[in-house]
T-cell receptor, first 114, second 116 residues
Framework: AQSVTQLGSHVSVSEGALVLLRCNYS??????LFWYVQYPNQGLQLLLK??????LVKGINGFEAEFKKSETSFHLTKPSAHMSDAAEYFC????????????FGKGTKLSVKP | DTEVTQTPKHLVMGMTNKKSLKCEQH?????MYWYKQKAKKPPELMFV???????INESVPSRFSPECPNSSLLNLHLHALQPEDSALYLC???????????????FGEGSWLTVV
């Protein structure tokens, strides 16, 4: 069965500092992996997705993620945090084995201190 | 332009009321989804429609009744809800249900439901 584990339910960084949000997946077949962001009181917005074309994926708002098969990881990074990055971030996996449905991690809340 | 539109944004209803949540997309997508999200939790899948036919019902109580009038519209009819049904209800769509590199699930802004 496919699953996603996000390490750290809450991450706090200072403005301008590196953002690192961790995601590990479990899948018996090559997965499609996604990062979604949810700003307070809003829906989910796609940040980026891994579809096997390239292991380093660039997304919106300066975020990127690297797919590492050997580590079964898909960590999200941003070189310099901005106050507007404060939000909930969800990692998700989608494979045919789950009938094409998204399997979400529990989410990581990112706080950015001035 | 990827856009899924949901109305209303906020809904307060009594336990004996009947109300509906509406969702619309004009991206030509043929798969549409309803998710339920409680506070501080990830979204949970409720229903999936594929080519206007219900293909997945994740054991959702019958007080939630989905409807797909056409390929662009998805409704969620609500009747005799309980206070624990209060949550954010998210609609989403994708090209279809196939899992391919270009087939992303896009979400709307959600409808906040409060049952009193």
């Amino acid at each position: 069965a496919q699953s996603v584990t996000q390490l750290g339910s809450h991450v706090s960084v200072s403005e301008g500092a590196l953002v690192l949000l961790r995601c590990n997946y479990s899948s018996s077949v090559p997965p499609y992996l996604f990062w979604y962001v949810q700003y307070p009181n809003q829906g989910l917005q796609l940040l980026l997705k891994y579809t096997s074309a390239a292991t380093l994926v660039k997304g919106i708002n300066g975020f990127e993620a690297e797919f590492k098969k050997s580590e079964t990881s898909f960590h999200l990074t941003k070189p310099s945090a901005h106050m507007s990055d404060a939000a909930e971030y969800f990692c998700a996996v989608r494979t045919g084995g789950s009938q094409g449905n998204l399997i979400f991690g529990k989410g990581t809340k990112l706080s950015v201190k001035p | 332009d990827t856009e899924v539109t949901q109305t209303p944004k906020h809904l307060v209803m009594g336990m004996t009321n009947k109300k509906s949540l509406k969702c619309e997309q004009h991206m030509g997508h043929r798969a549409m989804y309803w998710y339920k999200q409680k506070a501080k939790k990830p979204p949970e899948l409720m229903f999936v429609y594929s080519y206007e036919k219900l293909s997945i019902n994740e054991s959702v109580p019958s007080r939630f009744s989905p409807e797909c009038p056409n390929s662009s519209l998805l409704n969620l009819h609500l009747h005799a809800l309980q206070p624990e049904d209060s949550a954010l209800y998210l609609c989403a769509s994708s090209q279809d249900r196939r899992v391919t590199s270009g087939n992303t699930i896009y979400f709307g802004e959600g409808s906040w439901l409060t049952v009193v």
